[in-house]
């Protein structure tokens, strides 16, 4: 059973920068494509970012392009997400995601979810 655990959360004030991790086990890490989403309170889950399986290719929202960076490490079987500029509207549950098929900004994709971590960002 593959499991995901998010971490490096918490709170920052905005204009600041934070790197959540997401350490993968139970499974061939570099078989997923991964993805980070989020939500807000009151919001729908949103997809943020998403990296291919070699990391060669990656994707992001509109709203975090040229702020956030998604990155993995396939031999500590870990993803991280860097995120700089940091926003109050970035405040939401940030949840990390892997995919055997495709990698895309579906979450329908996505066959596994971490438990989330908050991120807020204060103004």
């Known amino acids: 059973q593959v499991q995901l655990v998010e971490s490096g959360g918490g709170l920052v004030q905005a204009g600041g920068s934070q790197r959540l991790s997401c350490a993968a086990s139970?499974?061939?890490?570099?078989?997923?494509?991964m993805g980070w989403f989020r939500q807000a309170p009151g919001k729908e889950r949103e997809f943020v970012a998403a990296?291919?399986?070699?990391?060669?290719?990656?994707y992001y929202t509109d709203s975090v392009k040229g702020r956030f960076t998604i990155s993995r490490d396939n031999a500590k079987n870990t993803m991280y997400l860097q995120m700089n500029s940091l926003k109050p509207e970035d405040t939401a549950v940030y949840y990390c995601?892997?995919?055997?098929?495709?990698?895309?900004?579906?979450?329908?994709?996505?066959?596994?979810w971490g438990q989330g971590t908050q991120v807020t960002v204060s103004s």
């Open positions: 990296i291919s399986w070699s990391g060669g290719s990656t």
């Open positions: 139970g499974g061939t890490f570099s078989s997923f494509a």
């Open positions: 995601a892997a995919g055997v098929v495709a990698v895309g900004r579906g979450s329908d994709l996505y066959d596994y």
